[in-house]
C-alpha cells in the first residue's frame, strides 16, 4: 500500500461505511432531534477524517504547496471576516431554516477555520485560474436556465434581485441573488470537510495519481449516498442524478488542479445556484421540475463530460488503481 493513498478494496469499503453511517444516522432518532438532519453530512467529515488518519495517509485538505514562508494568524481572521461578511450582506432570514441546523452550522464554523489554514500555509495564487474556472462552470446550467426562462417563459419570471410579487400574484421564496451568495459562502467551508475530503480526496486519492475510473467511481458513490440521505435530510435538495453528474466535475477539477478548495467551490457554486433557483421560481416549483428542465441538467452533464476528457487525456483511465 503507498504511504501517500489508500488500495482500491480500501476506498470500496470506505465507501460503503460512509454511506451506511449517513444513512444509520439520519435514522437514529435522537442524534437527529440533537444535531439536525446535517448530521448525514457532518459524520462524512467525521468518519473519512479518521480512516485517513488511522491508516496514516495525508489528509490534504490543501494543495501541496506552494508554501508560504511563516504562519499569520491574521490571514486566518482575513478569511473568516470575508466569509462573515456573505453571511451579513446575503443574510436570507427565515428562507434557509430548513437547510441549517446544530449539525451543518458547526460544519461550517470549522470549514471556516480550514479555509483560513489552507490561506495561511499556502499560496493561493497559481490556484486562481483554477478557482475561476470552478465558478464559471458551475454557474453556466444556471445562466442557461435564467436566459431560457426570460426569452421563452416570461409569465414564470425569476425573482432574482428581490422576492416581489410576480404578474399572477404569486411571489417567490427568496431572490436568486441573495440565496446563492449566502449559500456559496455557507457551503464552500462545510463541504471542504465532508463531501470534498470523503468523495475527492478519501476515494480519489492523490490527484496527481488519479484517472478517469477513480473519478467515476467516487461520483457514483456520491450519487448513491444523495438517493438515500437527500429524501430525508431538508438541505440537500438535489436529485442524486444531477448530483453524480456534477461530482464528475468536482472530481475532474480536483484532479486537474490537485486542490480540494477548488472542487469545494464547485460544489458550493452548483449546489447554490440550484437552490437559488428553486426558491426564486414563482410558487415554489417543485425540485423535480427544474431538473427536468432539459437545458440545466443537459448543462451539468456536458461540464462533467468535458472536464472528464481532459482528466483523460492527461491521466488516463486506471491512474490511481491497485
Known amino acids: ?27 437514529t432518532d435522537t442524534l437527529r432531534e440533537v ?44 478569511v473568516a471576516l470575508v466569509f462573515a461578511a456573505f453571511f451579513v450582506l446575503f ?78 400574484g404569486t411571489s417567490c421564496e427568496a431572490p436568486a441573488f441573495q440565496t446563492f451568495g449566502f449559500l456559496v459562502a455557507a457551503i464552500a467551508p462545510a463541504a471542504l470537510l465532508t463531501v470534498e475530503l470523503t468523495f475527492r480526496r478519501l476515494l480519489i486519492g492523490q490527484p496527481e495519481r488519479a484517472g478517469l475510473l477513480l473519478v467515476v467511481i467516487a461520483a457514483a458513490a456520491y450519487g448513491v449516498w444523495l438517493a438515500l440521505v437527500a429524501p430525508v435530510a431538508p438541505g440537500i435538495a438535489m436529485p442524486w442524478w444531477l448530483g453524480a453528474a456534477a461530482a464528475v466535475g468536482a472530481g475532474a477539477l480536483f484532479v486537474l488542479s490537485g486542490s480540494l478548495l477548488v472542487s469545494a467551490v464547485y460544489t458550493a457554486t452548483t449546489f447554490a445556484a440550484y437552490e437559488a433557483l428553486v426558491r426564486a421560481t414563482p410558487g415554489g416549483t417543485a425540485l ?20 472528464a476528457g481532459i482528466v483523460y487525456r492527461r491521466h488516463g483511465t486506471l491512474a490511481g488503481v491497485h
Request: hydrophobic share 55%; charged share 10%.
Open 91 to 168: 443574510d436570507p432570514g427565515e428562507s434557509l431554516g430548513d437547510a441549517y441546523d446544530p449539525a451543518m452550522l458547526l460544519t461550517t464554523v470549522i470549514g471556516v477555520v480550514a479555509w483560513g489554514l489552507a490561506f495561511t500555509m499556502v499560496r493561493q495564487r497559481p490556484y486562481i485560474p483554477w478557482f475561476a474556472v470552478a465558478i464559471g462552470a458551475a454557474l453556466i446550467p444556471a445562466a442557461a436556465t435564467v436566459v431560457r426562462t426570460a426569452l421563452l417563459d416570461a409569465p414564470a419570471r425569476l425573482c432574482l434581485l428581490t422576492a416581489v410579487p410576480v404578474v399572477d
Open 35 to 78: 444535531a439536525g438532519p446535517g448530521i448525514a453530512v457532518l459524520s462524512l467529515g467525521v468518519v473519512s477524517g479518521s480512516i485517513l488518519l488511522g491508516m496514516h495517509v495525508p489528509v490534504g485538505l490543501w494543495p501541496n504547496g506552494p508554501w508560504r514562508a511563516r504562519f499569520s494568524s491574521s490571514v486566518i481572521v482575513i
Open 1 to 27: 500500500m503507498s504511504q501517500h493513498d489508500l488500495p482500491l478494496w480500501a476506498k470500496g469499503v470506505a465507501a460503503a461505511l460512509l454511506v451506511i453511517s449517513s444513512w444509520w444516522l439520519l435514522q
Open 288 to 307: 423535480p421540475e427544474l431538473a427536468q428542465r432539459w437545458e440545466y441538467g443537459t448543462a451539468i452533464v456536458l461540464i462533467g463530460a468535458v472536464l
